[in-house]
């Protein structure tokens, strides 16, 4: 490979992404590393379950396909391959991809990541003093009531980089930050100190960019109708260079759209503040510096680092119980009238909503006045139940709205057959100082300790100076959708939301930082009115990146949303009226 570019690909943005992306990456132009993404907070509970059916699972099972098709290639090339696909296996991962060479005839040698996993060391670590506080309600661990499943601190590059520079040609990591798999190669292949904040950084930006994929390269994007052969988005790559700064571009010939507004949306996408932090480095988002190099190519610079906190954060998943769902179908007119009587009716029929240990209803109104077709005259009230016993959630629960089919309501029908309550995990994200982070890399026989990166003493405090912002348009305005001028992306971090608005010109993002304060964000987003939102300016990529605290409750696998993971979000803010400048406008 070139001495002044590293050319890192992605093949997978979570578990379940496309299976030809690893095939289309490798053989689809000159690449130098290959990494892929699979794991999420969610992610972590589907391996807890995987694995307890099997002991020899817990990791991603789709790599080891992928792998069947590209890794004699890669050996042949020099391609490294780094993922984290591991999961909570990472040595039954390197034992199955080992077997899979060996079946192929590929001599590859592979490495794994360990330490990750302290579920062994809870006890350990709460005698010591570690409360392992939640992030957001800040109740210790030791208060916890239920059974805790999963328990993996995020591990930085540092481990990556170890393994390739002692010939590694696989790295198969556990639970690293999504970051940490631009980080490691990058910094292996350049030579980089642990304290180049700057560069370690910016790997940490690009790392953040092409993490899920095609979603920076055109894929959910707020202008789809923008982006070229949206069938079939071919995968990012970033083209790092020594000095930090980097390409993201993908092969010619792909579909999607590699432009400053799809990176941004991707920047945007599940932060929170100006400071990114991560194990190895503080990534300064109001450093970042976008410029459109040419066609599906976007130059990033100028991005500042500061020293990594001193503790490392850690994902833990518990069980919390049952859950179960009915959804009563409301027809025609009276729905206000039609969704009393039958919760009213099923509440009677089930002892009250105080037998369960969590009850919400949800009236949802996509009815019509005057409908046009059968469908168009529904609404729907959807009764959601959770409890520690699966019995009280199960049959239990939905035969109860069955036997109101002929004693209801006009109109009445459900949505699905009455069933069984489902298990459920709750996400409990917390702190543990690095030091005691036992992090390891495993290869040949050997295993090598990954000391952690601690930040020095005294004051480390990037400068950063923000871009001018002009003078708010004044004018006659008109009455449209804020997507008019604006784009979103959304997503969850455990139990919060976040929004990241972008503006499509200095002038527009002028007007949104005047106009889009927390209060307007409430009053556009009325189920955040009870709750803490917070509000991040970045001039330097003219967005606004919103937190709304609580509004996913305990995370995605316990919400009891519509969307969970706040996907939506995004679009549902743009779809809003708000009074823009008429010279704001496309013509």
């Given at each position: 490979?070139?001495?002044?570019?590293?050319?890192?690909?992605?093949?997978?943005?979570?578990?379940?992404?496309?299976?030809?992306?690893a095939?289309?990456?490798?053989?689809?132009?000159?690449?130098?590393?290959?990494?892929?993404?699979?794991?999420?907070?969610?992610?972590m509970?589907?391996?807890?379950?995987?694995?307890?059916?099997?002991?020899?699972?817990g990791?991603?099972?789709?790599f080891?396909?992928?792998?069947?098709?590209?890794?004699?290639?890669?050996v042949e090339?020099?391609?490294?391959?780094?993922?984290n696909?591991?999961?909570?296996?990472?040595?039954?991962?390197?034992?199955?991809l080992?077997?899979?060479?060996?079946?192929?005839?590929?001599?590859?040698?592979?490495?794994h990541?360990?330490?990750?996993?302290?579920?062994?060391?809870?006890?350990?670590?709460?005698?010591?003093?570690?409360?392992?506080?939640?992030?957001?309600?800040?109740?210790?661990?030791?208060s916890?009531?239920?059974?805790?499943?999963?328990?993996?601190?995020?591990?930085?590059?540092?481990?990556?980089?170890?393994?390739?520079?002692?010939?590694?040609?696989?790295?198969?990591?556990?639970?690293?930050?999504?970051?940490?798999?631009?980080?490691?190669?990058?910094?292996?292949?350049?030579?980089?100190?642990?304290?180049?904040?700057?560069?370690?950084?910016?790997?940490?930006?690009?790392?953040?960019?092409?993490?899920?994929?095609?979603?920076?390269?055109?894929?959910?994007?707020?202008?789809?109708?923008?982006v070229?052969?949206?069938r079939?988005?071919?995968?990012?790559?970033?083209e790092?260079?020594?000095?930090?700064t980097?390409?993201?571009?993908?092969h010619?010939g792909?579909?999607?759209l590699?432009?400053?507004?799809?990176?941004?949306?991707?920047?945007?996408?599940?932060?929170?503040?100006?400071r990114?932090?991560?194990?190895?480095?503080t990534?300064?988002?109001?450093?970042?510096?976008?410029?459109?190099?040419?066609?599906?190519?976007?130059r990033?610079?100028?991005?500042?680092?500061?020293?990594?906190p001193?503790?490392?954060?850690?994902?833990?998943?518990?069980?919390?119980?049952?859950?179960?769902?009915?959804?009563?179908?409301?027809?025609?007119?009276?729905?206000?009238?039609?969704?009393?009587?039958?919760?009213?009716?099923?509440?009677?029929?089930?002892?009250?909503?105080?037998?369960?240990?969590?009850?919400?209803?949800q009236?949802?109104?996509?009815d019509?006045?005057?409908?046009?077709?059968?469908?168009?005259?529904?609404?729907?009230?959807?009764?959601?139940?959770?409890?520690?016993?699966?019995?009280?959630v199960?049959?239990?629960?939905?035969?109860?709205v069955?036997?109101?089919?002929?004693?209801?309501?006009?109109?009445?029908?459900?949505?699905?057959?009455?069933?069984?309550?489902?298990?459920?995990?709750?996400?409990?994200?917390?702190?543990?100082?690095?030091?005691?982070?036992?992090?390891?890399?495993?290869?040949?026989?050997?295993?090598?300790?990954?000391?952690?990166?601690?930040?020095?003493?005294?004051?480390?405090?990037?400068?950063?100076?923000?871009?001018?912002?002009?003078?708010?348009?004044?004018?006659?305005?008109?009455?449209v959708?804020?997507?008019?001028?604006?784009?979103?992306?959304?997503?969850?971090?455990?139990?919060?939301?976040?929004?990241?608005?972008?503006?499509t010109?200095?002038?527009?993002?002028?007007?949104?930082?005047?106009?889009?304060?927390?209060?307007?964000f409430?009053?556009?987003?009325?189920?955040?009115?009870?709750?803490?939102?917070?509000?991040?300016?970045?001039?330097?990529l003219?967005?606004?990146?919103?937190?709304?605290?609580?509004?996913?409750?305990?995370?995605?696998?316990?919400?009891?949303?519509s969307?969970?993971?706040?996907?939506?979000?995004?679009?549902?803010?743009?779809?809003?009226?708000?009074?823009?400048?008429?010279r704001?406008?496309?013509?």
């Amino acid at each position: 490979m070139a001495s002044d570019v590293l050319r890192i690909a992605n093949c997978s943005g979570f578990y379940g992404d496309r299976l030809s992306a690893a095939r289309e990456m490798v053989t689809g132009g000159p690449i130098d590393v290959l990494t892929g993404d699979y794991l999420a907070e969610l992610t972590m509970m589907i391996l807890f379950k995987d694995r307890a059916r099997n002991p020899r699972g817990g990791y991603a099972r789709t790599f080891l396909r992928q792998m069947e098709e590209v890794l004699g290639t890669c050996v042949e090339r020099g391609i490294k391959v780094v993922v984290n696909a591991g999961g909570l296996n990472p040595a039954g991962l390197a034992s199955d991809l080992s077997d899979v060479a060996a079946k192929l005839g590929i001599r590859a040698r592979i490495a794994h990541v360990t330490g990750d996993d302290i579920l062994p060391r809870l006890a350990e670590l709460q005698s010591r003093g570690i409360e392992m506080r939640h992030l957001d309600k800040g109740t210790p661990l030791a208060s916890l009531q239920a059974q805790v499943v999963t328990a993996n601190a995020y591990l930085g590059g540092w481990g990556i980089t170890e393994a390739l520079r002692r010939g590694a040609d696989v790295v198969l990591c556990p639970r690293v930050t999504d970051a940490a798999l631009v980080v490691g190669p990058t910094a292996w292949k350049f030579g980089w100190a642990r304290d180049d904040w700057d560069r370690l950084a910016a790997a940490i930006v690009a790392g953040h960019i092409i993490e899920c994929g095609t979603q920076c390269s055109g894929g959910n994007y707020s202008f789809f109708k923008d982006v070229p052969d949206i069938r079939h988005i071919g995968f990012p790559i970033a083209e790092m260079h020594p000095d930090g700064t980097f390409v993201v571009t993908k092969h010619p010939g792909t579909g999607g759209l590699v432009s400053v507004g799809t990176v941004t949306a991707q920047l945007l996408y599940e932060i929170q503040g100006v400071r990114y932090l991560n194990p190895d480095a503080t990534a300064r988002f109001d450093s970042i510096r976008l410029a459109q190099e040419g066609p599906d190519r976007v130059r990033v610079s100028g991005v500042k680092g500061e020293p990594p906190p001193p503790t490392t954060k850690v994902c833990i998943n518990y069980l919390g119980g049952y859950r179960n769902s009915m959804t009563f179908v409301l027809a025609g007119l009276d729905i206000e009238e039609k969704a009393r009587v039958a919760e009213e009716t099923f509440w009677h029929l089930v002892g009250g909503r105080a037998q369960f240990a969590d009850a919400t209803v949800q009236l949802r109104r996509p009815d019509r006045t005057d409908p046009s077709s059968n469908d168009d005259a529904f609404a729907y009230l959807q009764i959601t139940v959770k409890d520690t016993d699966a019995e009280r959630v199960g049959r239990a629960f939905s035969n109860k709205v069955i036997e109101m089919a002929l004693a209801s309501y006009p109109g009445f029908f459900v949505t699905t057959p009455p069933g069984d309550g489902a298990p459920f995990g709750v996400y409990w994200p917390t702190l543990v100082p690095s030091e005691l982070i036992d992090h390891c890399v495993v290869f040949e026989g050997n295993e090598v300790v990954v000391p952690p990166v601690l930040p020095p003493s005294g004051t480390h405090e990037a400068s950063v100076v923000a871009p001018p912002i002009p003078a708010p348009p004044d004018g006659p305005t008109a009455r449209v959708p804020l997507g008019v001028i604006c784009g979103a992306r959304s997503g969850d971090k455990g139990g919060n939301a976040n929004v990241g608005v972008w503006a499509t010109t200095p002038d527009a993002f002028a007007w949104l930082a005047e106009y889009l304060t927390v209060e307007c964000f409430k009053r556009l987003i009325p189920e955040a009115q009870s709750l803490v939102v917070e509000r991040f300016p970045l001039p330097n990529l003219l967005s606004i990146n919103f937190v709304v605290n609580g509004l996913l409750g305990d995370g995605v696998a316990a919400s009891t949303r519509s969307d969970p993971q706040a996907k939506s979000l995004g679009e549902y803010l743009r779809a809003k009226l708000v009074d823009v400048p008429q010279r704001l406008l496309p013509r």
